[in-house]
C-alpha cells in the first residue's frame, strides 16, 4: 500500500525557532518521489523540493532543509529561524508510477503556526 | 515563469446546476490534472488526463464528473449536477513528459460553494 504520513497536526512555534516537520512514508516501489507542498492562507498548493528515491542527499535552501532517509522512510522537513510568513499548511507526498502515469499520494497536513 | 492559471477563483452555485471549471495549463506540458480539498481536509485526487484521454481517475470521480481539453491550451472540469458536497477547492495541474512527469505544478485553485 501506498501511504504519507504526517504525524502532527499542527504545531505552533515561536518566531525564529527552528522547527522540523515530519513525514513518513510507505511503499513497495523502488522508483518513487517524494515532495512538499506548501499552503498558505490564500490556499494555492506552492511546490518546495522533489526528491527521487535513489538521491538521499539532504538540501538546503535558505531556511529550509530536508533530510531524507531510506532506512525509515522518511522525508523531514526543517525551517530554520522561522517567520510569521512561514505559517502555512505544508503537505508531503509520494509520487509513485500507477498503471499509466505517476500519481501524487497526499499526507494530511501539518498546520505551521508563527507566532510573532 | 510559467504558471498553471484557473478561473475563476470563486463559484458559488446552487445545488443541481452545472459548473465548469477551467485551467490552463503550462504550454509545453503533457500530463494534466484536476485535485480537490474539502475544506480542512487533505488533497484527493480526481483524475488524470494525457493524449486526450483520461488515463487514471479515481472514486471520487463519478458519472457527475467530465474533463475536457476543447482547444489547445484549456483543460476544463465539469460538475453536471453539483452537491453540497462537492463544495471544495479544485486544483488543476499539468506535468512535463517522459522522465519529468511526477513534479505537478499546480494552479491556484478555484474554491467552489454549493448551496
Known amino acids: 500500500a501506498q501511504k504519507v504520513t504526517q504525524a502532527q497536526t499542527e504545531i505552533s512555534v515561536v518566531e525564529k525557532e527552528d522547527v522540523t516537520l515530519d513525514c513518513v512514508y510507505e511503499t513497495r516501489d523502488t522508483t518513487y518521489y517524494l515532495f512538499w507542498y506548501k499552503q498558505p492562507p490564500s490556499g494555492e498548493l506552492v511546490f518546495l523540493i522533489r526528491?527521487?528515491?535513489?538521491d538521499e542527499q539532504n538540501e538546503i535552501s535558505g531556511r529550509y532543509s530536508w533530510n531524507f532517509q531510506k532506512s525509515t522512510s522518511s522525508f523531514n522537513f526543517t525551517i530554520t529561524a522561522s517567520q510569521v510568513v512561514d505559517s502555512a499548511v505544508y503537505f508531503c507526498?509520494?509520487?509513485?508510477?500507477?498503471?499509466?502515469?505517476?500519481?501524487?499520494?497526499w499526507g494530511a497536513g501539518t498546520k505551521l503556526i508563527i507566532k510573532p | 515563469e510559467p504558471e498553471v492559471t484557473q478561473t475563476p477563483s470563486h463559484q458559488v452555485t446552487q445545488m443541481g446546476q452545472e459548473v465548469i471549471l477551467r485551467c490552463v495549463p503550462i504550454?509545453?506540458?503533457?500530463?494534466f490534472y484536476w485535485y480537490r480539498q474539502i475544506l480542512g481536509q487533505k488533497v484527493e485526487f480526481l483524475v488524470s488526463?494525457?493524449?486526450?484521454?483520461?488515463?487514471?481517475k479515481s472514486e471520487i470521480f463519478d458519472d457527475q464528473f467530465s474533463v475536457e481539453r476543447p482547444d489547445g491550451s484549456n483543460f476544463t472540469l465539469k460538475i453536471r449536477s453539483t452537491k453540497l458536497e462537492d463544495s471544495a477547492m479544485y486544483f488543476c495541474?499539468?506535468?512535463?513528459?517522459?522522465?519529468?512527469?511526477?513534479?505537478?505544478?499546480f494552479g491556484p485553485g478555484t474554491r467552489l460553494l454549493v448551496l
Open positions: 488526463f494525457y493524449n486526450n484521454e483520461i488515463s487514471e
Open positions: 526528491r527521487n528515491s535513489f
Open positions: 504550454s509545453n506540458h503533457l500530463y
Open positions: 507526498a509520494l509520487s509513485v508510477f500507477m498503471d499509466s502515469n505517476y500519481q501524487l499520494i
Open positions: 495541474a499539468s506535468s512535463e513528459g517522459v522522465g519529468k512527469q511526477e513534479t505537478q505544478y
